[in-house]
């Protein structure tokens, strides 16, 4: 796996402030054929019951997920593909109810199965725990547009400032919301 410093530094080289969705020079056969054999990867390692899912108005392409009875790790397993970065693929162990538990659910063996899948493709694994750093990009995500829209609605007096809401975290953004959330 590329070191932690190159991850960000491809991160940050392949975020297009004018297409949040997918790079200009996206080719979608291309991206089609990729998350295909990635796919196929995930099922020759952990059986058919994975399930599978395009995004749509989103910087992702698309996910898979594996469900916790076939994982080995007795918990689910959510996989995404980026439609940037020559494709960047993240996964992650999700927590209770269908809820984000980092990759310290992965095991080393797992994340190095993962990491050859991408370099054998041509993709490029990036660990969740470097997708949950501060966004320090170009673009403008969702997220900040969501804090501006709710000060104004407040300012306006349509609305009430929520209590109890941490003013430190409303509106920040980190990689992973740049490249695998809907725009």
Not at 66 to 78: E, F, I, K, S, Y
Request: charged share 25%; net charge negative; proline share 7%.
């Amino acid at each position: 796996m590329l070191p932690s410093d190159p991850i960000r530094m491809l991160l940050l080289e392949h975020d297009d402030p004018g297409n949040l969705e997918r790079p200009a020079d996206f080719d979608l056969e291309a991206a089609g054929t990729r998350f295909t054999r990635l796919v196929r990867a995930f099922e020759e390692r952990f059986g058919p019951s994975c399930s599978t899912g395009l995004g749509q108005d989103a910087s992702f392409y698309g996910v898979i997920d594996v469900p916790a009875d076939t994982t080995g790790l007795g918990r689910p397993l959510h996989a995404m593909m980026s439609n940037f970065g020559g494709y960047f693929v993240t996964a992650r162990v999700e927590d209770g109810e269908g809820l984000p538990g980092g990759s310290e659910g992965l095991t080393e063996e797992l994340t190095t199965w993962l990491n050859g899948v991408c370099t054998v493709m041509g993709c490029t694994f990036v660990p969740d725990g470097l997708l949950r750093e501060p966004y320090r990009g170009p673009s403008r995500l969702p997220a900040a547009a969501d804090v501006e829209l709710a000060a104004v609605l407040v300012a306006a007096e349509v609305a009430e400032e929520e209590e109890g809401e941490d003013e430190g975290e409303s509106g920040k953004a980190d990689w992973y919301d740049r490249y695998f959330e809907y725009m």
